[in-house]
Each structure stands twice: as C-alpha cells, then as structure tokens.
C-alpha cells in the first residue's frame, strides 16, 4: 500500500526556517517524480515545487523560488522541503503528493494528509 | 502560469441530483486535466485523469469531459458519500496550477 507521511509542520515566526521531511512507503520511490502541494487554511491547492526521481531537474513555483528547497533522499525514500524567509503567506498545510508520470506534468495520484505550517508572531 | 477558472464556488444539491461542475484554463492544455476530491480535513483524491481517465477504484457515476480550455466534472447520481470539495489541476506544463474548488453541499 503507497504510504506518504508528512512531518515537520510547527507555528515559526515571520523570516524564520524550517524543514518538511515525507517518508514514502509502499512503492519504489527512486522511479518517481514527488511535489509539494500547500493549502492555506480556507483556500485551494497550491502546487509548491516538484522534483524528478533522479533529483534533477527541480521546479518552484514563483513565489518560492530562491527561498526553498526541494530535496529528496532516494536511498531512505524520503522527500523533503527547506522553507526560508518565511512569510505570513506561506501559512498552510503542507502535502507531499506523487506525480504518477515520471516526465513533464503530471497527476498526483497519493497524497500524504499534510503537515501544518503557521507562520506568525 | 495558466489560470484555472473552477465554477460554481459552491453547488447546493441533493441526494440522486445530476451535477455538473466546470474548469475552464486560460490557454490550451489540451486534455491534461485532472480532478480531485477533498473532504475536510483529508488529503485530495484523484477521481479523473487526463481530462477523461477514471482513476482506479472510482465509482463510475463520476465522469470528466473537454480539451482545450473547457472541461467539466459530472456526477450523475450523487451519493452521501459525493458532498465534499473538488478541485481541478492542470498538468500541461511542470508548473502545475489548480482551480479555486468547488465545494458540494446538501440541499
């Protein structure tokens, strides 16, 4: 059974970092493209950043590129985003979903129940 | 980025109702269009792929439709189970772009 677990989410204040770990089970992670999907409270989803099964290339999504990273350890099938100079905006659930392609765009076809970030003082 | 442009926000209606909802892109994605469901407090579920597909172990009373810019979800006999939200996602590029939801209440 394809398992995505997500981990990481906690309250940080504005400008502040932190780091989403998702543990994947279930399938072979190595052959998959994995993404981070957020949602703020009320809201729709919001595709964050993709990464291919090999590691390269990567995707942000505009208004996160240059403060966070997508990353992803194939050898412990884990997926991981380090967010910096975080904003109140980036207030939200946090899914790791799994694209069912490996090349260009894709469905998400798991998604892990999300990990919640809040971003406030 | 491509915009999504999900209608209606919101869709009352009842047990055995015929519903229909539309997801319209600002440009051409040809049929890579996909449609979730989300109950609350739960991650989405992909119900249709590829404009048209069904996903796996989706009940066959869901159904998508369209190319291009236009496309809709249809449910052809709501069920209990069927109220929540649905969101539709287009995958023509990397970047990825979802529509707003439509949330589905009862009657």
């Known amino acids: 059974e394809v398992q995505l677990v997500e981990s990481g989410g906690a309250l940080v204040q504005p400008g502040g970092s932190l780091r989403l770990s998702c543990a994947a089970s279930g399938f072979i992670f190595n052959t998959f493209t994995m993404n981070w999907v957020r949602q703020a409270p009320g809201k729709g989803l919001e595709w964050v950043s993709h990464i291919h099964s090999s590691g390269t290339p990567i995707y942000y999504k505009d208004s996160v590129r240059g403060r966070f990273v997508i990353s992803r350890d194939n050898a412990k099938n884990s997926l991981y985003l380090q967010m910096n100079s975080l904003r109140a905006e980036d207030t939200a659930v946090y899914y790791c979903?799994?694209?069912?392609?490996?090349?260009?765009?894709?469905?998400?076809?798991?998604w892990g129940r999300g990990t919640l970030v809040t971003v406030s003082s | 980025d491509i915009q999504m442009t999900q209608s209606p926000a919101t869709l009352s209606a009842s047990v055995g109702d015929r519903v229909t909802i539309t997801c319209r892109a600002s440009q051409s994605i040809n049929s890579w269009l996909a449609w979730y469901q989300q109950k609350p407090g739960k991650a989405p579920k992909l119900l249709i792929y590829?404009?048209?597909h069904l996903q796996s172990g989706v009940p066959s009373r869901f159904s998508g439709s369209g190319s291009g810019t236009e496309f809709t979800l249809t449910i052809s006999s709501l069920q209990p189970d069927d109220f929540a939200a649905y969101h539709c996602q287009q995958y023509d590029s990397y970047f990825s772009t979802f529509g707003q939801g439509t949330k589905l209440e009862i009657k």
């Open positions: 979903a799994r694209s069912s392609g490996n090349y260009g765009g894709s469905e998400f076809d798991y």
């Open positions: 590829k404009a048209s």
